[in-house]
């Protein structure tokens, strides 16, 4: 048999492999999706207690944020309760020395106090008035650190690690008194002339002028920085988290010990990749809020990249025959060409709404109602999951990619919405409340569509799947807001570095975790390999991947 029968075969072989899949409950997709969640509290827990090395600061967040990822897709995902029980173990325990460490100092003190040794109003802080003046001494260079160019692809900084800096000053001066509160407004006015509203990019945070501002509730979006405050710090882990899932998923799947069940499922069901690009989707939407009018100019240099990028990796895939999943997203059709698209949408839906509008949820739900009907009142519900296609027909080649793409309108509609409340400066307090509403909602419209019967279909991306990504998107944004107020201590950010440049350069990273996932499939037969050798290279590829972050930063200089 020569090369390139042996190759027909094994790519006939895989993609049987990978098709017809039915899935898994949604309860267990939620119970593995809490593996993040108990990472990013352990990591909040040690990351206090650990110097903080450049190198040791990326290897420790690998270990304890990433690693766990993966067992939990692969040889734990029979076993997830254990591996949640692993992280929360040592989690509770650095809870509670903590707290007792912190009683036996408030005690201290305030025995103290009473001895005449500490004045009691300072037995819980002792900033002093020399440090307060030191921050002060270095305010323009705290401005300076804020300043970012807005290329419409991510945000530039002049220096990686003086993150801790800008956070902790900010509690310094939080912590004193009427001279406190008269420098964090003198603060406030002089960043108000340096910093720009928030022009959030699918893939990052930008800013452009600040006198663009048109409304007080983007305002408030311009906080973000080079080590995102703790105000969007969820926002950045949340992204990062997903990418993460992500990149990891792309390759894994293609091994035996990335179980059939988190793979995406054939027409209906629910499964862990299912919810990828709906999740994506829903990011868009999230970090798209715009204080004013994108010029076409630059609604093109956001969509025209995820377009070209969709029709190299078309050519490519042809050209090399790589084994794919047509009723996926179609003959031609694929990811970027999704993405791409629904960017458009965002931006023309935020210039059409106008304050005292009704919010983007409640278009997002009509929109999700009529694509419904549709679906299911004509026959287009049925010609887009038949397997019959017209070789003469672009429309028919690519229908699951046509039809599908309203309902990630949808999704990243959903995550607009969540980003007005965030951006809702009179409603700052409430925050977590507000997405434990929508939360609910949401889930209860899940169980309710089911119940009437109604199957979640990701190849239709019909109204139960858009319901179920915008809950479950919801849920995971409001786990990472919780554990940040529970667990925040401001001695350090609350984001970890590792995470803070993939959340800014995720474009090259997804685009490289691509290439790796093509290169891989086309030199290991992975269908067959043994579960030491594929535990081994997708670690080895996760570290490739994560490394391509800081690797490019100092390559360019952005340090």
């Known amino acids: ?51 903080h090395n450049l190198l040791h600061s990326y290897v420790a967040d690998f270990v304890m944020l990433v690693v766990p990822l993966m067992l939990a897709c692969t040889t734990s995902s029979h076993d997830i309760v254990a591996l949640l029980s692993c992280l929360s173990l040592p989690t509770v325990v650095l809870m509670l020395h903590e707290y007792r460490t912190r009683t036996k100092i408030g005690t201290h003190r305030v025995q103290a106090s009473e001895d005449g040794r500490l004045p009691l109003k300072h037995a819980n802080n002792r900033v002093t008035h020399t440090q307060l003046h030191a921050d002060e001494s270095n305010d323009a260079s705290f401005r300076e650190s804020f300043c970012v160019h807005a290329d419409g692809s991510s945000t530039q900084e002049k220096k ?35 910093l720009s509203c928030m022009s959030l990019s699918p893939l990052c945070f930008e800013t452009c002028s600040q006198n663009s501002m048109s409304t007080p509730i983007t305002n408030d979006l311009a906080q973000s920085d080079k080590f995102p405050s703790q105000k969007w710090s969820y926002v950045t882990i949340y992204r990062a988290y997903l990418m993460m899932l992500t990149t990891f998923c792309i390759l894994a799947v293609d091994f035996p010990v990335f179980p059939r069940f988190l793979a995406k499922c054939e027409t209906w069901g629910t499964s862990l990749m299912d919810l990828g690009v709906g999740s994506f989707a829903f990011s868009h939407g999230l970090v798209s ?59 023309v839906s935020q210039q059409i709404w106008r304050p005292g509008f009704a919010p983007f949820g409640l278009y997002s739900l009509g929109i999700a109602l009529v694509h419904e009907s549709v679906l ?35 999704i990243a509609l959903a995550g607009l919405d969540i980003a007005h409340i965030m951006a809702d400066t009179r409603r700052r307090d409430k925050l977590e409340r507000d997405l434990c509403i929508r939360s609910f909602c949401l889930w ?82 992975t269908m067959y390999t043994s579960v030491p050798v594929s535990m081994i290279l997708l670690f080895l590829y996760m570290a490739i991947v994560c490394a391509v972050a800081p690797v490019w930063v100092y390559i360019a200089g952005d340090r």
């Open 444 to 525: 209860l419209g899940v169980w309710i569509v089911r119940c009437l019967g109604f199957q979640i279909s990701r190849r239709l991306a019909n109204f139960p799947y858009t319901l179920w990504c915008a809950a479950f998107n919801v849920s995971l944004l409001l786990g990472f807001k919780v554990l940040e107020r529970v667990f925040y201590d401001d001695s350090f950010p609350p984001v970890p570095r590792l995470f803070d440049l993939i959340n800014r350069h995720s474009l090259i990273l997804f685009l490289i975790s691509n290439v790796l996932t093509g290169l891989i499939n086309l030199l290991v037969p």
């Open 376 to 410: 299911a009142w004509t026959p287009l519900g049925t010609f887009a999951i038949s397997d019959a296609r017209n070789p003469l027909s672009w429309v028919s080649l690519n229908k699951e990619g046509l039809v599908s793409l309203p309902g990630y309108v949808v």
């Open 160 to 194: 990686d690690l003086d993150s801790d800096t800008s956070i902790k000053r900010e509690t310094l001066l939080s912590r004193n008194g009427s001279q406190s509160r008269s420098s964090s407004l003198h603060q406030a006015d002089l960043q108000g002339k340096h």
């Open 289 to 347: 809020l715009r204080s004013k009018r994108s010029s076409f100019s630059r609604l093109l240099r956001r969509t025209l990249p995820l377009v070209l990028l969709g029709a190299v990796r078309v050519l490519t895939v042809k050209r090399t025959e790589y084994p794919e999943h047509v009723s996926e997203y179609g003959v031609h059709w694929n990811f970027f060409f999704t993405m791409g698209l629904v960017l458009p949408f965002i931006d």
């Open 1 to 51: 048999m020569s090369w390139s029968e042996a190759w027909s075969s094994y790519k006939r072989d895989k993609e049987e492999w990978i098709m017809g899949q039915s899935g898994s409950s949604i309860a267990y997709i939620n119970l593995l999706s809490l593996t993040p969640l108990a990472s990013y509290a352990l990591w909040l827990c040690v990351n206090g207690r650990r110097k």
